[in-house]
Nanobody, 117 residues
Framework: QAHLVESGGGLAQPGGSLRLSCAAS????????MGWFRQAPGKGLEWLST????????YYANSVKGRFASSRDNAKNMLYLEMNGLKPDDTALYYC??????????RGQGTQVTVSS
C-alpha cells in the first residue's frame, strides 16, 4: 500500500529556513513525479512544486520560486523541500504527493510549518 510520511515542519522565524522530508513506501517511488502542496488555515490547497522522476525537471509556483527547492533521492525513496526566506504567509500544513499526470495517487498526512517571530 502506497504510503507517504512528511517530517521536518516546525516553528521558524521570518527569513528563516526549514527542510521538509517525505518518506515513501509501498510503491515504486522512482516511477512517479512527486509534488509538494500546502494548505493554510481557511484557504484551499495550493500546489507548490512538481519534480519529475529523475529529478532534473522541477517546477515551482510563483509564490515560492527562488525561495524553495525540491529534490529527491530515488535510492532512498525520499523527497525533500528546502525552504528559505520564510514568510508568515508560508504558514500552512505541507503535504507531499505522488502524481500521475494531473492526478494525485497518494498524499501524506502533512507536516505543520509556522512562520512567526
Amino acid at each position: 500500500q502506497a504510503h507517504l510520511v512528511e517530517s521536518g515542519g516546525g516553528l521558524a522565524q521570518p527569513g528563516g529556513s526549514l527542510r521538509l522530508s517525505c518518506a515513501a513506501s509501498g510503491f515504486t517511488f522512482s516511477r512517479y513525479a512527486m509534488g509538494w502542496f500546502r494548505q493554510a488555515p481557511g484557504k484551499g490547497l495550493e500546489w507548490l512544486s512538481t519534480i519529475y522522476q529523475d529529478g532534473t525537471d522541477v517546477y515551482y509556483a510563483n509564490s515560492v520560486k527562488g525561495r524553495f527547492a525540491s529534490s529527491r533521492d530515488n535510492a532512498k525513496n525520499m523527497l525533500y523541500l528546502e525552504m528559505n526566506g520564510l514568510k508568515p504567509d508560508d504558514t500552512a500544513l505541507y503535504y507531499c504527493a505522488a502524481l500521475e499526470g494531473l492526478s494525485t495517487v497518494t498524499r501524506g498526512q502533512g507536516t505543520q510549518v509556522t512562520v512567526s517571530s
